[in-house]
């Protein structure tokens, strides 16, 4: 049952974002930190052409290789395609939690101090 679960809710969620994408709010290509759980934040850079890059210091984020904006927020993927985080607007920051384990995910830009959030 989770293996569907799991189907259901990733279809869900790229079916929902290519309906967003068109009224994606201004998460713009550029420098960013990332902050994954209880870990330090980390510089994750993302491409205006969908590509993401970390500067290898991310922990488990660091498979992160895709973002697409969505309607509400951000949804980063692995180079499989598969959803690592979704991420919704607060601000100027993004705030979420990891697919596979929900811990707490926040994306804020370059200049801004970013915050260290618990599971």
């Given at each position: 049952m989770t293996s569907l679960h799991r189907f259901l809710t990733i279809s869900a969620i790229l079916?929902?974002?290519?309906?967003?994408?068109a009224y994606a709010?201004?998460?713009n290509a550029g420098d960013y930190k990332l902050a994954v759980?209880?870990?330090?934040?980390?510089?994750?850079?993302?491409?205006a052409d969908g590509s993401a890059k970390t500067?290898?210091?991310?922990?488990?984020?660091?498979?992160?290789?895709?973002?697409?904006?969505?309607?509400?927020?951000?949804v980063f993927q692995d180079n499989?395609?598969?959803?690592f985080a979704t991420l919704v607007a607060k601000g100027d920051t993004y705030a979420g939690s990891?697919?596979?384990?929900?811990?707490?995910?926040?994306?804020?830009?370059?200049?801004?101090?970013?915050?260290?959030?618990?599971?």
């Open positions: 079916a929902l974002s290519g309906y967003g994408v709010q201004g998460l759980g209880s870990a330090a934040p980390c510089a994750l850079t993302l491409a500067d290898g210091a991310c922990g488990r984020a660091g498979d992160i290789s895709h973002w697409r904006a969505t309607g509400t927020g951000v499989s395609g598969t959803v990891t697919f596979a384990d929900s811990h707490r995910v926040v994306l804020t830009p370059a200049g801004q101090a970013t915050a260290v959030l618990a599971h």
